[in-house]
């Protein structure tokens, strides 16, 4: 089972200046909390979403966007953004294409910092990042 703070499942959407923070591991396992999550059911794919200028502390991720049934994900823009204290991932990405990872600063995590993947996860940029108090960079 699994936490959300925002399902994000929408074409031409923004998310912007939010701050997200929710809770240790202890306290919602078994599930786990995304501050922001997208998930392509086959029916709802996202394309042309940005995420900026939100500050995401005490999770699980950050960011977890799938696109796995449909295939059709396309044009995510994450940017600007806080992601701190995560227990995994600060941006976790798969099989979404066009996705743009820009200008973000991610502090404290147990496992990764940020990752695009999948075979549909194509055409993807990762820079100007800072990132500190990493376990793994990916």
């Not at 501050?35 to 059911?41: G, L, R, S």
């Not at 953004?81 to 227990?87: D, V």
């Not at 549909?120 to 990916?138: A, C, H, S, V």
Request: glycine residues 10%; proline residues 2%.
């Amino acid at each position: 089972s699994s936490e959300i703070m925002i399902m994000v499942t929408t074409i031409n959407g923004i998310i912007r200046k939010n701050f997200y923070h929710g809770s240790t591991a202890a306290e919602t396992d078994p599930a786990h909390l995304d501050c922001v999550q997208t998930f392509d059911d086959g029916i709802n794919p996202i394309k042309n979403i940005t995420i900026e200028d939100n500050i995401c502390l005490d999770c699980d991720q950050g960011i977890m966007g799938e696109g796995h049934f449909a295939k059709v994900s396309t044009n995510l823009l994450v940017k600007n953004n806080i992601f701190a204290h995560t227990l995994a991932w600060g941006v976790a990405i798969e099989d979404i294409d066009r996705v743009q990872i820009i200008n973000n600063t991610f502090y404290d995590s147990g496992a990764y910092g940020t990752g695009i993947s999948g075979p549909y996860g194509t055409n993807g940029i990762i820079k100007n990042n800072i990132f500190m108090n990493w376990q793994r960079l990916f």
